[in-house]
């Protein structure tokens, strides 16, 4: 056999065996990066998994604690919570909250800058709900599956994740519209001459307001909204700005809710005309919630601002709301009666980040009261 031939020989055969070497040594190694691909899957999906669990458990918190909040009833805080998980699956997994999963108990902060501290409450009163998954990661019901089961061993991630939903302390500026056409009933047209069709005969401006007034409506309503403030966990603080073409404020804010209502009381007593200046009345309810002998510091400052107007007097109401919002004040709105300017009420809320309603009717403006009473902001403090 010629030299080349027999050289040529030897390399294919060299070449088999390193081929069949590399052969073995992948069919040996193969479950081992298997193994390690499975691993590294697992622990991606882990990861994950606990990312959507505290997304659940976040959920899950603010319904207990805004339930909680409106209702005082553990158990329906904690059937919210469950609802709330089953709502935010983590794939095909429900988050399991059991009853001693839920804490109740009060988060206050000294100042604006510092962190809320949760505090349980021995009579399960308070302001604020702790969630901690104790049930799922001490290994009560199911856990997640993981995606490759680990050498065949029973293994499920159980997470250990908290979240607390806090009815934060809030300061809230009533600012309330007491122009000539509040004299008037919500289904009229508010233009004078003639006098409004309830008022006795020879009624003028500066005589007692008449019996179907929208002045009246809006007292009701915020007694109504008052009663909600009673009955809420934490203590607001609530002030009273007024306004038609001028503004004052007779209330700073306070605990004595009462104050509010003989504030309005009196005005009923000598019911003066006067345009809307909107605008001027969120101006001077931004002095009332920042006064700073009455203010906390570490309050959340919400604003309700009512018309049954269009403005008429300074400057447009949105550039008020900017002003507002750019000081860190939720704005909330209401129009009472067809003649209001609910679109200009609306972009007020939009732009203080809070919500309008709109009311026709006595029962509704009381009902729009209530509504925001309910919205006051819950936050989730861890």
């Known amino acids: 056999m010629p030299k080349q ?25 193969l479950p081992a990066l298997f193994a390690l691909a499975a691993l590294a899957i697992n622990i991606a999906y882990i990861e994950s998994s606990n990312t959507e669990v505290q997304i659940a458990v976040d959920a899950a918190a603010r319904a207990a604690g805004r339930t909680y909040v409106l209702t005082g009833d ?90 607390v939903s806090t009815q934060g302390v809030i300061d809230i500026a009533l600012v309330v519209d007491r122009s000539g056409s509040m004299a008037y009933g919500s289904a009229e047209i508010a233009q004078y001459p003639p006098a409004p069709a309830s008022a006795p005969p020879d009624w003028d401006f500066g005589d007692p307001v ?11 309503a915020v007694q109504g909204f008052i009663s909600e403030l009673d009955d809420s966990a934490q203590e607001e603080l609530l002030s009273l700005s007024i306004y038609n073409h001028n503004t004052n404020t007779p209330q700073l804010l306070t605990t004595d809710y009462n104050a509010t209502i003989q504030h309005l009381a009196a005005i009923s007593t000598n019911f003066e005309a006067g ?52 000081a860190g004040i939720t704005l909330f709105t209401i129009t009472f009666s067809d003649e209001a300017e609910q679109i200009a009420m609306q972009n007020v809320a939009d732009i203080g980040g809070g919500e309008h309603f709109h009311a026709e009717t006595a029962a509704q403006l009381k009902l729009a009261f209530q509504k925001i009473a309910r919205r006051l902001p819950t936050l989730l403090t861890q």
């Open 275 to 326: 345009g809307t200046a909107i605008g001027r009345g969120i101006y001077q309810g931004m002095y009332a919630i920042n006064e700073s002998s009455t203010s906390r510091p570490y309050a959340s400052k919400v604003m309700i601002v009512m018309t049954d107007g269009v403005q008429n007097w300074g400057g447009a109401p949105e550039y008020a709301a900017r002003a507002a919002a750019d």
């Open 5 to 29: 031939s027999r050289t040529t020989t030897i390399q294919v055969i060299r070449t088999r065996k390193c081929t069949g070497a590399t052969l073995i040594l992948v069919v040996i190694l």
């Open 210 to 220: 008449p019996p179907n007034a929208r002045w009246l409506d809006l007292i009701a």
């Open 74 to 163: 553990q158990d329906l805080a904690l059937a919210a919570a469950q609802e709330a998980a089953s709502r935010n699956p983590v794939g095909n997994f429900v988050v399991p909250i059991a009853a001693s999963d839920l804490e109740f108990g009060t988060s206050l902060r000294s100042d604006a800058n510092s962190p809320y501290e949760f505090t349980p409450s021995e009579n399960g009163k308070g302001n604020s709900i702790r969630l901690t998954t104790n049930n799922l990661s001490s290994g009560g019901g199911t856990g997640i599956e993981p995606v490759f089961p680990f050498f065949g061993g029973a293994f499920t991630v159980r997470p250990l994740r908290t979240a």
